[in-house]
């Protein structure tokens, strides 16, 4: 099965966008940007939800994401510096 095309990620904003303003149809910006309509409502569709959690904490909940993962690697870190030395003594290195 194909796939579809892969667009990037500052013309789906820009699509988003001007969908969000109004000023155009969809079927206009799918003429302007040769993107199925169904695409530019999607992207529309997450555009909107994305700005909802914006203002609502998505942005507190990335960054205790972030803090965790860091806290992760730095764990992961330890536990290999750990085994290097233990290796390293193991062979009198």
Known sequence: M???????AELKAKVA?????????????SSK???HPNLIASWKKQAKESLVDMFAGGAEKRSAQHEAEIKELHAKIGQLTVEKD???KAFGR
């Open 2 to 8: 194909a796939r579809g095309r892969k667009y990037p």
């Open 33 to 35: 940007y040769n993107v």
């Open 17 to 29: 966008l001007e969908a969000l303003r109004g000023e155009h149809t969809l079927a206009e910006l």
């Open 86 to 88: 233990f290796l390293s």
